[in-house]
């Protein structure tokens, strides 16, 4: 579960300035990371089906979110891609 604490840690890492909370950066960031933990409650839980509908509509938002992304800074994409560990 992707507590508070988790989630400011991870805004104040890809932030743009001090108050943002929004930018695709920090949106992508964060959904990496519930991605990151359901995928982890599922492998020990496989019969879960309604977490793993939660999981892929999460997917589906960050490939969006990605897509958006690149079109917009694609500079800045390839840098966020690297330090989160995504491929593409």
């Known amino acids: 579960m992707l507590t508070q604490r988790k989630k400011q840690n991870i805004i104040k890492e890809h932030q743009l300035h001090e108050k943002d909370t929004g930018s695709p950066e920090v949106q992508i960031a964060i959904t990496t990371k ?36 690149s079109e917009k800074s694609p500079l800045n994409y390839k840098k966020l891609i690297k330090k989160l560990g995504l491929k593409k």
């Open 34 to 69: 519930r991605i990151d933990e359901l995928a982890t409650h599922l492998k020990s839980h496989p019969k879960d089906k309604h977490s793993r509908r939660g999981l892929l509509g999460m997917v589906n938002r960050r490939r969006k979110l990605l897509k958006y992304f």
